[in-house]
């Protein structure tokens, strides 16, 4: 795993450049404990897919809202369920006939044209963990609760799609941030390389607390990098490297991180990239001065600069600060969208929502398709909104609701997905879904299918054992010609 701090959730720590050069040693170390060398091919399909929208993406930004956010309180109202189920919030018409959304989201309520609304997604998992890995991977994980990840763990989106189209430039092929998801007890498996081993996680990164300035000193060339030096280390690697005594099949990993990071050390296009302190100041306000703004458009420029796949999770701080109303940050603590009720600083689901959560959702998530859509990105940009599950119909005792993956929502917008559109539905109470149900599988075959992947590829783990990209076909109504 390639690391831009020492630790996920200590974001105020710094890296040297000794240990910058050491992150390739303690990841072979766990791609050595699992013995999971990556062998993945691209397999051959069956003629040339009929589906539309092919390949319409050139880079996916995943937006992950870790804990659940509620799909009947946001994306799928019910106002004319009973009580203890519709909730307190009132729907509000968009610019698209038929298609109303929460009134606490009202600048993406003025760009539903833009994006797709799936209100069927189901797998039935009420559980962070393995919730999390069938969301990011389209595929269930070996043990259901809140497991931690393995080395065998289906890899990841974009962990897939490095395998399958290693970087050509000095830039990452994956970037996450700004954190890394946890649950009480463990980090969530499936956001990893998983069997494809180690040299295909994602590059992490994170800014100092209190900071949105993810601009990493550590590549930067006035940070002291001596260009020499480096070439001196790069070429006793490299006469490591071909030393008989190397097991060149447990080794790959090593290789590929080493690599990397050489690739990266001292690249001012890869530093370039990562200055959103470039951007105009109006337009930082405009994507909110929190962790989650500063994420969205330090992710909008890392896939301008040819990133093809940037996760982006919704920020947990160490601190566990959260949103005021007007997007500043307020040190009360905040579950996420885990809006069970009754948490410190809080009084249930409504209160978190109206006024932690939705609002700079709203405003970053609206921003960025704005931006996009203004640079003539929108269409080869793929992006995409969702959480690991939806809540509970109904209200629980502590006015909040709880985990419910038996059907939720999603969003989806741009690299060849149809926008003004609705997908299926949930039932009258938003329990199980009505019409169109989609799987995991579908959802991740219509992922790889914008970015131009066929869902029958063939990837191979560590024992060299078959496995097809997604278990489904891609949903044809949600794609565009």
């Avoid at 009505?434 to 869902?455: E, K, M, S, W």
Wanted: glycine share 12%; proline share 9%.
């Amino acid at each position: 795993m390639l690391w831009l701090r020492p630790n996920p959730t200590d974001l105020r720590s710094g890296l040297s450049r000794r240990q910058w050069l050491q992150i390739g040693l303690g990841s072979s170390a766990l791609a050595l404990a699992g013995k999971t060398p990556a062998r993945a091919r691209e397999g051959q399909g069956t003629g040339l897919p009929t589906i539309p929208g092919f390949g319409r993406a050139k880079s996916c930004i995943f937006v992950y809202l870790f804990g659940g956010p509620s799909h009947l309180d946001i994306w799928d109202m019910k106002p004319g369920a009973p009580e203890g189920i519709r909730g307190e919030f009132k729907p509000i018409a968009t610019n698209v006939p038929g298609m109303d959304i929460t009134e606490h989201l009202p600048r993406l309520s003025r760009m539903a044209d833009k994006y797709a609304i799936v209100r069927s997604m189901t797998h039935g998992d009420p559980s962070h963990g393995s919730a999390g890995h069938t969301m990011m991977t389209g595929r269930r994980p070996r043990a259901l609760g809140e497991v931690g990840p393995t080395p065998e763990d289906f890899p990841t989106f974009g962990s897939v799609l490095t395998k399958l189209r290693p970087p050509k430039a000095a830039l990452p092929p994956y970037v996450a941030l700004p954190w890394v998801v946890t649950t009480s007890t463990n980090f969530v498996p499936g956001h990893a390389g998983g069997f494809l081993g180690h040299g295909m996680d994602p590059f992490r990164v994170s800014a100092p607390a209190g900071s949105f300035e993810f601009a990493p000193p550590e590549l930067r060339q006035e940070s002291g990098f001596d260009a020499r030096r480096m070439q001196s280390r790069r070429v006793l690697h490299d006469a490591l490297e071909s030393s008989p005594a190397i097991d060149r099949h447990t080794a790959s990993d090593v290789d590929t991180l080493y690599r990397r990071a050489f690739d990266l050390f001292g690249n001012p296009a890869v530093a370039e990239a990562f200055r959103i302190d470039r951007e105009d100041p109006r337009l930082r306000d405009r994507y909110g001065l929190n962790p989650y703004g500063q994420s969205l458009i330090l992710a909008r420029r890392l896939t301008e600069a040819g990133v093809p796949m940037v996760t982006v999770y919704w920020p947990e701080r160490t601190e566990r600060e959260a949103f005021n109303n007007n997007g500043t940050i307020d040190p009360v603590a905040v579950p996420a969208w885990d809006t069970h009720g009754n948490h410190v600083g809080s009084s249930g689901n409504f209160p978190l929502l109206k006024n932690q959560l939705l609002p700079p959702f709203d405003l970053g998530s609206s921003a960025l398709l704005e931006d996009l859509s203004s640079r003539g990105r929108l269409d080869d940009t793929l992006v995409i909104f969702t959480g690991e599950f939806g809540r509970s119909p109904r209200v629980n005792g502590d006015a909040g609701r709880d985990h419910y993956g038996n059907v939720f929502s999603l969003m989806m917008a741009g690299g060849g997905i149809k926008g003004g559109c609705v997908h299926g539905s949930s039932d009258k109470i938003g329990a199980y879904p009505g019409t169109d149900p989609v799987n995991p599988g579908q959802f991740a075959a219509t992922l790889y299918h914008c970015l131009g992947i066929r869902p029958d590829t063939e990837i191979r783990d560590g024992l060299n054992r078959p496995f097809r990209l997604a278990e489904g076909e891609p949903v044809g109504a949600l794609l565009r010609g």
